[in-house]
């Protein structure tokens, strides 16, 4: 079941987004405040990088978002989003960075004539059939769709703030989403069916 996470209204003094105080003074240099959003957000960022990447990468990706938000901190606009949202869209861009040298690495390997063989969530023991169907029904994806479709409808963002945190149109996002949905509806049904 896919839940949706309520959205912080802003402006309101009940729902401020409590990452921003964190995020400001780990801009202004207090290591602390890292571990603060490392211990809130971890998880939450791990399942996603589960979802959108190798299984093995998931980790090294987590963990290279946090030190990545630890340097470029004090460039955090609050106007644009929730510092949620924020993490979300540098863990999101330090994805496209592993994918894109990953796909070098395959490129000269596959040119030097060795098979690269990159283990995945379903080649994972104590995962039901319905997780494995729905990794692999993912994995068809391409990386925007699958990106997209994850941070909409597993980690509720709304589209205003995956359109942020992407730095794409709003247009594009609703496009991305549609065509996801399309497209795993297809894989599942046809999962479904055997």
Known sequence: MIRKVPQLVRGSPIDEDPDEPVIRRLGSGDLDALGALYDRHAPALLRFARRSAPFDDAQD????TFLRVS????RYDPARGSGRAWLYGVAAQVLRE??????RLTRMLARLGDAVSIPRAEDTPGQGDDAVAVDQALDRLSEAKRVTF???????????????VLGVPIGTVWTRLHHARRELRAVLGEEQAK
Do not use: W
């Open 98 to 103: 592993r994918r894109r040298s990953m796909a």
């Open 71 to 74: 340097r470029i901190a004090a």
């Open 150 to 164: 994850l941070l909409v409808e597993v980690e509720g963002f709304s589209c205003e703030e995956v359109s942020n």
């Open 61 to 64: 990706i987590v963990q290279t």
